[in-house]
């Protein structure tokens, strides 16, 4: 299999991102680097705090909890509030990345928002995650308050943006950049074939994109087309 460059980015407060994060292990056939990011800080940030009505917003919370569920994940317990500031989350994350536990933190994390309930804007909330994975609640939150570690984050979403990462989750294999839900299998799919001749990248990517128009697909852009599809029928009953 060809060496690729790979990358996982990732924003504590997004719910895709939590269920991708929960299978990169088992899915990338390859190394894949676990990289926090800020995403209201990214191109294409989509905001979970833009829906027009509370019904529009279960309707989202719905179809979230319907996909955690065929993925075989805890089952989803929103936190309040949501969507929540996950700055602080997100420097803790960049000092356990600093220190090699990105991993372990980033799936603690990510559990107790989205298994738990339990907003990452709360330090004491995000302490019991780095607690989770034997890193010492003290020392992540010094960490945390660096003036380094801010650099970090900032220098790692710039760079994202540079690579052509759009909006969380995100998965760059070498220059290719794939978003949404289903950035993992595209990314290791693309990694499993390797180099392609020309005509058959155009084929993979024809069949990607058919795969993605197609009902049933449940990429972030289908949840939210979905969204306001629904609540339209509903109105209208």
């Known amino acids: 299999m060809p060496d690729f460059d790979a990358a996982f980015y990732f924003d504590l407060a997004s719910p895709l991102a939590y269920m991708a994060a929960e299978r990169v292990l088992q899915t990338m056939p390859i190394a894949t680097e676990w990289q ?8 294409g940030h989509e905001s979970f705090a833009a829906f027009r009505c509370r019904e529009e917003q279960d309707i989202f919370r719905l179809e979230l909890e319907r996909r955690a569920d ?9 936190p309040d509030p949501f969507p929540f500031d996950s700055a602080f989350a997100m ?3 960049t000092y356990a990345k600093s220190i090699g536990r ?16 339990h907003p990452l804007d709360v330090p004491d909330n995000v302490m019991i995650a780095a607690a989770a994975c034997e890193m010492h609640p003290s020392a992540v939150l010094k960490g945390a308050e660096l003036r380094s570690i801010a650099e970090q984050l900032s220098a790692a979403t710039s760079a994202a943006a540079a690579l052509g990462v759009e909006d969380v989750p995100a998965v760059r294999i070498g220059e ?3 978003h949404g839900e289903r950035a993992l299998e595209d990314a290791a799919t693309h990694a499993r074939r ?14 990607r994109d058919q795969r993605r128009h197609q009902p049933g697909t449940d990429d972030a852009a ?5 969204i306001a599809a629904k609540v ?6």
């Open 102 to 117: 990105i991993v372990a933190f980033a799936q603690a994390a990510f559990r107790q928002a989205y298994a738990g309930g």
């Open 70 to 78: 065929e993925l075989g994940l805890q089952r989803m317990r929103w």
């Open 91 to 93: 420097r803790a994350a």
């Open 36 to 43: 926090p990011v800020l995403a209201n800080e990214l191109p």
């Open 194 to 207: 390797g180099a392609l001749p020309r005509n058959e990248r155009d084929q993979a990517r024809h069949e």
């Open 232 to 237: 339209a029928r509903r109105s209208a009953l």
């Open 176 to 178: 290719h950049v794939f």
């Open 222 to 226: 289908t949840v939210a087309a979905g």
